[in-house]
């Protein structure tokens, strides 16, 4: 079964940081492009960042550019996301999803069941 499966989610103070991590199961992500996207209460989904296969990054939105990066450990077939300087604005389901290619475009076919952030004191 094909199927990813997102951690590290969980409630964080205003200004602090997570690390979201992201496998497979069913197929190696290693040769895709991955992205991360996030929905919150009442709102649309909104994408975040992909990283390609090789590792370049792509923002989809500014509002994380300084705060949040993507990275990917090939050898162990994971990608995370570093969350830093959370605010309570980031609180969301977080989501990650591969490209059906090496490549970070606009359709994303396999989804994580996602992993809750809430950032709050």
């Not at 949040?68 to 389901?93: C, G, H, W, Y």
Request: aromatic residues 10%.
């Amino acid at each position: 079964q094909v199927q990813l499966v997102e951690s590290g989610g969980g409630l964080v103070q205003p200004g602090g940081s997570l690390r979201l991590s992201c496998v497979a199961s069913g197929f190696a992500l290693r040769y895709y492009a991955i992205g991360w996207f996030r929905q919150a209460p009442g709102k649309e989904r909104e994408a975040l960042l992909c990283i390609r296969d090789i590792g370049s990054i792509r923002y989809y939105t500014d509002s994380v550019k300084d705060r949040f990066t993507i990275s990917r450990d090939n050898a162990k077939d994971m990608v995370f996301l570093q969350m830093n300087s959370l605010k309570p604005e980031d609180t969301a389901v977080y989501y990650c999803a591969t490209s059906p290619t090496r490549d970070c475009g606009t359709h994303y076919d396999v989804w994580g069941q996602g992993t809750q952030v809430t950032v709050s004191s």
